[in-house]
Each structure stands twice: as C-alpha cells, then as structure tokens.
C-alpha cells in the first residue's frame, strides 16, 4: 500500500476510534522520521547499560551522528551522574507544562544531547493521556534534530522497561558473563518476543574477558531463543571487561572520551561503527512513530 493510502487508512480508523485530527497529524508528521530508537536494556541490574548508553551515544556523536541519550532508568544512578553533569529539569516539568523538551535537554561530551530521568515519575505507562499528548507533541518537535535516540533503560521486567522496550524497534540486551544475568537476559528477551514481535533483538556481551567468552555467552542465549522461542537473535559485539571503566567514572567522564585507547572503548568504537554502517532497513526507518504509537496508545493503527 503506498503512503498516501496508508495514512487515509489511519485517519479513518482514527476517526472511527474518536481521536481527534490534531493527534492524528502528530503520526502524519512522523511518518517521514529517520531517527533510530535503541532501547538498551538487561534482565539483571548492574551490567553495564548506563555506561553503554553514554559511551556508544559518545561514539556514535564521535561518527558525526546527532545522538539523543533519554535516561529512563527513574530510580537509580543516572547517566547525568556518570558524566558529571548537573540536570536542572527532567522530563517531569515537560510533563507538568512547566518547561519544553528543549529547556529541559543537556549537552553531555561530544555534543550529545540528555533527557533526564523523570524523578517523580513512578510509571511511564500511568501517564494520563493528556501528558502522553505533551511527550509526543514534545518528542515530534526533536525529530528533524537527531539521527539516534538511545534509550537507557532500567533492569528487569517492571512496566516502565516494558513500555520503553516497546516503544523502540531495536532492543540492545547486555548481559555480563555471569549465569544469572544470562538467565535474567533470557528471560527478558522472551517476554518481549513473545509480547512484541516486530523487534530487532541485539545481544551486547559487556564485561567479557575475551571474544571467546563473549561467543559462549551469546552461544547460550542464542541456542535457549532458538530452541524455545524459534527466534534468532543478533550478535551485536562484546566489551571487554576494562579498569578504565571504573576510572573515567571516577572522573564523571565517558570512558571513550577520557580513555579513547583503552580496550573497552576499542569495542565500543567498533559497536558505534557496525550501527552505523548499517543502512536505514526495515527497522530504522520513522521509529519515532513507533516510539510515539507505543506511548499513546493503538488508537491510530
Ligand atoms: N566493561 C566494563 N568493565 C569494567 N567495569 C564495567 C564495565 N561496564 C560496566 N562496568 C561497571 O559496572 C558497574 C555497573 O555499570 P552501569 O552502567 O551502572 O550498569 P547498569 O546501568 O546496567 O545498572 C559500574 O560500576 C561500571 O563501572
Ligand atoms: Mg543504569
């Protein structure tokens, strides 16, 4: 079906469902979008997906990519902290009306842009309709301003994972060697499959001593989907487990900035590279409009 059809389609379904034309030209207009949403995610906590985040955003932004970090772990140590950085708003006075996507973004290292976590925020998904108008309305303002959005998810399986995790096409799972986070990752990946379908799964092995233990990772997670799920899911790369990580903390620096020859930023450099060789497919292209359907609601489909 060409375009002109699909969105006659939309607008009728919209109207039968009694959404009004404003909300439907928010979708019209994302149709056109480009931006890749990456939602990095992990069954177990601590495995790295905050230093991920900031590193391959660094990276990518390093590529010349105009990159967009959304920080939506609500609870804990954020990438804001990681990086030094001191956030006056957060995605909370965007919500209240008080202040605009625009005021409430930070510039990181690279010229990266932030979103910070919504403190005060239990759950995305408890958003009442009018705020989930505002996070589109404000989200469709950025699309023509980014190439990549990166979404730093919490661990687990609570609901705010899960309506990030369906919000974005391409789901980054990192996991560490350790079994019970490639038992955690596991379980993850088959709720989201069994859930949502329609994703690019990537697994990141991080804090591997070696390629050949980041394979053997992959190899049984690879084997548990193929097995029970009948799905086969990407190898994306591995990071080395590397001190510097724990430095360039330390310093509130991305580990890539501060320590560009250390291994682990080698891998990621090379992670950023393999993303962005890639050309836009079947899953990059006007993620934002899935990213905005998923917050929203079905009413448009
Ligand atoms: N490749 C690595 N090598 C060594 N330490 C790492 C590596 N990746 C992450 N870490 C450390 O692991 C801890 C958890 O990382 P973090 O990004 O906060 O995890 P998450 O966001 O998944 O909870 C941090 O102390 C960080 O310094
Ligand atoms: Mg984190």
């Given at each position: ?97 008080k ?13 990266i842009?932030?979103?910070?976590a ?74 989201l499959?069994?859930s ?30 193929e ?42 450099i ?10 836009a ?12 359907n ?8």
């Amino acid at each position: 079906m060409d375009q002109a059809a699909q969105l006659r389609k939309m607008k009728v379904k919209a109207e039968m469902a009694g959404v009004n034309s404003s909300e439907c030209k928010a979708f019209e207009k994302q149709r056109n979008n480009s931006i890749r949403v990456l939602a990095v995610t992990s069954g177990k906590g601590g495995v790295g997906k905050t230093h991920v985040s900031a590193n391959l955003a660094y990276s990518l932004a390093k590529l010349g990519k105009r990159v967009l970090v959304f920080d939506a772990d609500m609870g804990l140590a954020n990438i804001d902290i990681i990086l030094g950085l001191t956030p006056r708003y957060n995605l909370h006075h965007v919500l209240q009306g008080k202040k605009t996507l625009q005021d409430v973004l930070i510039t990181g290292p690279g010229d990266i842009s932030i979103l910070p976590a919504a403190s005060g925020i239990k759950e995305l998904a408890d958003l009442t309709r009018g705020q989930k108008m505002t996070l589109i309305e404000e989200l469709d303002n950025l699309d023509e301003r980014f190439d990549y959005m990166i979404i730093d998810t919490a661990a687990g399986i609570t609901g705010n994972v899960l309506y990030f995790n369906m919000a974005a096409k391409e789901i980054v799972v990192v996991v560490s060697p350790e079994p019970t986070s490639i038992t955690d990752a596991y379980a993850l990946i088959k709720i989201l499959y069994r859930s949502h379908s329609e994703k690019r799964i990537m697994l990141l092995v991080n804090m591997a001593r070696n390629y050949q233990e980041a394979r053997e990772v992959y190899r049984r997670v690879g084997s548990a989907t193929e097995h029970f799920l009948d799905l086969t899911i990407e190898y994306l790369g591995y990071i080395v487990y590397d001190e510097r990580v724990a430095d360039a903390a330390r310093l509130q620096k991305a580990l890539v900035e501060a320590y560009p020859g250390a291994k682990a930023s080698q891998c990621l450099i090379g992670i950023a590279r393999k993303l962005s060789r890639e050309p836009a497919g079947r899953y990059n292209i006007g993620s934002v409009k899935f990213f905005s359907n998923a917050i929203i609601g079905r009413d448009c489909e």
